[in-house]
């Protein structure tokens, strides 16, 4: 824009002050300079390329049409006024055209992730078809709940392999065994921790997917304060709108846990207590929900330290883990 501006004044310099004196070469020469002085730097914007130089040539041509011939301070006013609402209506096209560029772009990787994330959840099903005592079912929801400004995951996805892959890729949305008992996990990661930790306010949250914890069962989420009170991380647990919540019992009573993994070896989680919903808050954080999410009760909290302490960040992401017992012990 600043190119644009720069070359009408100057068009409109040369054609005030050379008119009827200066012979078409001298004009012609004052421009090119302008050109070779305004450099030709590119913006790239998605699949369109932008040129300083073709605006400027642009601005060019229609100031010698528009202010040719032009010497009367009121008459040059009156053509600059219509070269600016020229110059304005060109950008505004401009602005639409990358506005709409924009849209099918967002779009088109909405459309990917979730076939990334069907791929992905085919993909836990066979393999945990293959491990004894797992049973896969689809219980993602693959729609975006929560911070409108991030994006969410559809899968465990890493840069570089963890030794917690196997499990995360084996367990992930299933129901099996545990320590003796029946139990559902779910893995969460949250991507660029380190910014979300450094620079979101501290009331600033971000949601999980919805999910249920077994075939026509509850549904719940998990969300993540990354920066409270500027020191500290805390990730809480809750329950939402189901549509299988008329053949439910109410209050929720499944007992639950989350850790958060370490990617290190030997692994030592960051791990809550059990969390007992009937010895836990009260029934009103447990009941069935009547519109959208409850308010969560329970959650861990750890300082921001605490995640470089070990390898609980890998590839600028951490998993959080939620493991909702089935059956009593």
């Not at 209506?89 to 990917?112: A, P």
Request: aromatic share 10%; with cysteine; charged share 25%.
């Amino acid at each position: 824009m600043r190119g644009v501006l720069a070359c009408v004044v100057a068009v409109c310099a040369v054609a005030c002050c050379t008119a009827q004196h200066s012979p078409p070469e001298d004009l012609q020469s004052m421009l090119n300079h302008l050109v070779q002085n305004s450099g030709s730097d590119v913006q790239s914007l998605s699949y369109c390329r932008i040129s300083t130089r073709d605006l400027i040539a642009t601005a060019q041509s229609t100031a010698s049409r528009v202010l040719q011939g032009v010497c009367n301070p009121r008459e040059l006013n009156e053509r600059f006024t219509t070269l600016e609402t020229q110059v304005v209506d060109q950008f505004n096209v401009l602005k639409t055209m990358v506005l709409n560029i924009e849209d099918q772009l967002r779009t088109q990787d909405k459309q990917i992730k979730k076939l990334y994330g069907r791929l992905r959840q085919d993909l836990r099903a066979l393999r945990a078809g293959a491990s004894e005592g797992a049973t896969p079912y689809d219980s993602a929801d693959y729609l975006p709940e929560g911070d409108a400004e991030e994006e969410y995951d559809y899968g465990i996805e890493n840069e570089e392999q963890s030794p917690r892959q196997t499990e995360i890729f084996r367990y992930n949305s299933t129901m099996h065994q545990e320590d003796g008992v029946r139990v559902f996990t779910y893995y969460w990661q949250v991507n660029d921790i380190t910014y979300k930790m450094n620079n979101w306010g501290w009331r600033r949250s971000l949601r999980s997917e919805s999910f249920y914890i077994f075939q026509g069962g509850y549904r719940m989420y998990m969300r993540i304060y990354p920066n409270q009170r500027g020191e500290n991380v805390y990730i809480h647990v809750g329950l939402t709108q189901g549509d299988y919540d008329d053949n439910l019992d109410w209050p929720f009573r499944q007992k639950h846990r989350i850790n958060i993994l370490d990617h290190g070896f030997p692994a030592e989680d960051l791990t809550s207590r059990v969390w007992d919903p009937t010895q836990l808050c009260s029934g009103w954080h447990w009941r069935r929900p009547s519109s959208g999410d409850n308010y969560e009760c329970v959650g861990l909290g750890f300082s921001k330290e605490t995640l470089h302490s070990r390898r609980y960040i890998n590839n600028d992401a951490i998993v959080v883990k939620l493991t909702v017992i089935l059956t009593p012990s």
